[in-house]
């Protein structure tokens, strides 16, 4: 079964950057649409970033939008998330999937191919 592989996460600190990175095991990208999720201790997990194969759609959770860029290289069969001016509230365990629904919402359901995700952590 195909997983994502996920990388980039660390320690930071508050104001910082990190760049993920998301590549599948096994083949190339073909999903319709890419997606970054979190998951916090004790939390579900959320909807981060979204980009559509093409690239021309991106679409971002109030909580990162202007801080967060979502991008992908089909080239490099690789998706990105460069995250900056990083907050506390941001530390979580990362996690890349795709969905080949065109209805797709942003909720983890609608998404799938999970990796064992990458932990961040904003220290304040």
């Known amino acids: 079964q195909v997983r994502m592989v996920e990388s980039g996460g660390g320690l930071v600190q508050a104001g910082g950057s990190l760049r993920l990175s998301c590549a599948p095991s096994?083949?190339?990208?073909?999903?319709?649409?890419l997606g970054w999720f979190r998951q916090a201790p004790g939390k579900e997990r959320e909807f981060v970033a979204a980009i559509t194969w093409s690239g021309d759609r991106k679409y971002y959770a109030s909580s990162v939008a202007g801080r967060f860029t979502i991008s992908r290289n089909n080239a490099e069969n690789r998706q990105y998330l460069q995250m900056n001016n990083l907050k506390p509230e941001d530390t979580a365990v990362y996690y890349c999937?795709?969905?080949?629904?065109?209805?797709?919402?942003?909720?983890?359901?609608?998404?799938?191919?999970w990796g064992q995700g990458t932990r961040v952590t904003v220290s304040a």
């Open positions: 999937g795709d969905t080949f629904r065109h209805d797709w919402r942003q909720r983890a359901s609608d998404f799938g191919s």
């Open positions: 096994g083949r190339t990208f073909t999903s319709y649409a």
